[in-house]
């Protein structure tokens, strides 16, 4: 792992079009702002994760008839 | 087409049902996946990808089991959509399925949201609220209400 040091409004560049601006440090938390193009996906690592869990687990459920209508 | 599935035998999709995830959907491959019904009236739906038969994920609609839930979408994501008002949205969410229907979860944070008509597709982080991934679909009430022959009277949803 590359490791950097950054002060606030300093910024990192990731290949040509990914920078990454501290913008502000206060106590235990940092406020980044991320400029990327579109293409790129960009999210929280914890929520990526609990998301993609809940999606392998989901599509790899051996339960292959879900409930008929439970609702009206 | 007809896609080969594991899960199904052949099933016959429309080429205009395919919906588009450019970004694909969060750990799972292929971009090309199609909305399957199972039953006729079900309340899931099987989000079934075109480019491997082996993948397939239950969906919902969240509206029918938690009629407050609401969906925030970023500009980003709605942009990506091509999403202009929210009527051109239909929004599903990824079940857990299990063997008991206590064990039935939805992930109520990380929405599927398809534009309908354009057939692109997006999961969204939910930018509403602080919504669980695993959020417990049927509540005990509807679960006991849902016994056979019981469920004349129209299941009451809840709110999260």
Redesign the interface.
Known sequence: MLVITRRSGERVVLGDDITITVLEISGSTVRLGIDAPTEVPVYRHEIWLAVKAENQAAASSEVTSLPSPLTK | MQIQST??GAIEIADDAVIEF??G????PGTRYALVA??E????Y?LHSVDDPS????VTQPW??FPTYDVAVSD?DS??LGLETSEEADVFC??????E?EDF?V?L??PIVVHAARRLGR?V?NEAGDYD??QPL?THV?LNQ?APAS?TT??A?TGV
């Open positions: 899960r199904f450019a970004d959907i969060i750990g799972l199972q039953h009236g079900s309340s899931f099987w993948v397939a994920l239950p029918l089991f980003e942009h990506k990824v079940v857990r399925a299990a063997q229907l979860t992930n944070r990380g999961q982080i991934v695993r049927f509807q849902a469920s129209p299941i949803a």
